[in-house]
């Protein structure tokens, strides 16, 4: 039996918070690392995207992986192959902003399944869109969700933020302080209201979103929606982050 850990690599507390779920579940742990182009729309971003193998085997193994694997291009991608579309919700907040690249992630987790047939497959809450679209596309790997692991100060984990300077990850800080005051607010509309007022404080962030969604399609939620979530994206330095917080109802 074999748990598939998909990433990108520049391997980070987070995933090693993956890893490590993957772990526990007492099975054969793969990870698997490899920049996937087909879900970067900017080739900028793709060019800048931190590269760190060795360091990434040694923080694998560590975490319990038994294979850390780098897979090749073509064999991901053979002549030929086609594209998979990430339906409608593919299209919203992060698939708005980077048109395609929810088409390009579940056109890769499709060939990683196929090659690793991964009984589970374990993704992190901090890409909560993407998390959504992968267990939409009812593969019959089971996936398995992992909460976002923050740093000491409430800024999620990510690979991105090694391209911060310090006053830059100073001002990311705003995107976490938004959703942990949010989240306090009586009501939604006053937790909207936070969410942009709150973000707005800090000159230094370009937001691109910020909404509180349905879990379930990502339609905007009013108080009748059970399962509720703040989400966020945005510059900061040029560099784009991206965070969410579930949201009590009220
Ligand atoms: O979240 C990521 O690191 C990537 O989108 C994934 C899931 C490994 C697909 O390339």
Same mark, same amino acid.
């Given at each position: 039996?074999?748990?598939?850990?998909?990433?990108?690599?520049?391997?980070?507390?987070?995933?090693?918070?993956?890893?490590?779920?993957?772990?526990?579940?007492?099975?054969?742990?793969?990870?698997?690392?490899?920049?996937?182009?087909?879900?970067?729309?900017?080739?900028?971003?793709?060019?800048?995207?931190?590269?760190?193998?060795?360091?990434?085997?040694?923080?694998?193994?560590? #975490?319990? $992986?038994?294979?850390?694997?780098? &897979?090749?291009? +073509?064999?991901?991608?053979?002549?030929?192959?086609? *594209? =998979?579309?990430?339906?409608?919700?593919?299209?919203?907040?992060?698939?708005?902003?980077?048109?395609?690249?929810?088409?390009?992630?579940?056109?890769?987790?499709?060939?990683?399944?196929?090659?690793?047939?991964?009984?589970?497959?374990?993704?992190?809450?901090?890409?909560?869109?993407?998390?959504?679209?992968?267990?939409?596309?009812?593969?019959?790997?089971?996936?398995?969700?992992?909460?976002?692991?923050?740093?000491?100060?409430?800024?999620?984990?990510?690979?991105?933020?090694?391209?911060?300077?310090?006053?830059?990850?100073?001002?990311?800080?705003?995107?976490?302080? #938004?959703? $942990?005051?949010?989240?306090?607010? &009586?009501?939604? +509309?006053?937790?909207?209201?936070?969410?942009?007022? *709150? =973000?707005?404080?800090?000159?230094?962030?370009?937001?691109?979103?910020?909404?509180?969604?349905?879990?379930?399609?990502?339609?905007?939620?009013?108080?009748?929606?059970?399962?509720?979530?703040?989400?966020?994206?945005?510059?900061?330095?040029?560099?784009?982050?991206?965070?969410?917080?579930?949201?009590?109802?009220?």
């Amino acid at each position: 039996m074999t748990v598939l850990v998909p990433t990108m690599g520049a391997l980070h507390k987070g995933h090693q918070g993956l890893i490590k779920r993957a772990r526990a579940l007492d099975k054969d742990v793969i990870v698997s690392i490899f920049v996937n182009p087909l879900q970067f729309e900017n080739k900028e971003d793709l060019e800048k995207y931190p590269r760190s193998p060795e360091r990434d085997i040694e923080i694998a193994t560590i #975490a319990g $992986a038994n294979e850390v694997w780098f &897979p090749e291009y +073509e064999d991901l991608f053979p002549e030929g192959f086609k *594209t =998979l579309g990430a339906g409608a919700l593919g299209n919203l907040y992060e698939g708005a902003s980077r048109p395609g690249h929810f088409d390009g992630v579940v056109t890769v987790i499709d060939r990683l399944f196929a090659i690793a047939k991964p009984d589970q497959a374990i993704f992190g809450e901090k890409d909560f869109q993407q998390l959504t679209i992968i267990k939409a596309m009812n593969s019959k790997v089971e996936i398995i969700a992992v909460p976002t692991v923050r740093e000491f100060d409430g800024l999620a984990m990510s690979s991105r933020n090694a391209r911060l300077s310090e006053s830059g990850r100073d001002i990311a800080l705003v995107i976490h302080r #938004a959703l $942990a005051a949010a989240k306090l607010a &009586p009501t939604i +509309e006053i937790a909207h209201e936070i969410l942009n007022t *709150t =973000l707005s404080t800090e000159p230094g962030f370009d937001k691109d979103y910020a909404a509180i969604i349905d879990e379930k399609d990502f339609s905007l939620a009013d108080k009748k929606t059970e399962n509720r979530r703040a989400i966020i994206a945005g510059w900061v330095e040029g560099v784009r982050l991206i965070d969410n917080m579930p949201m009590v109802g009220r």
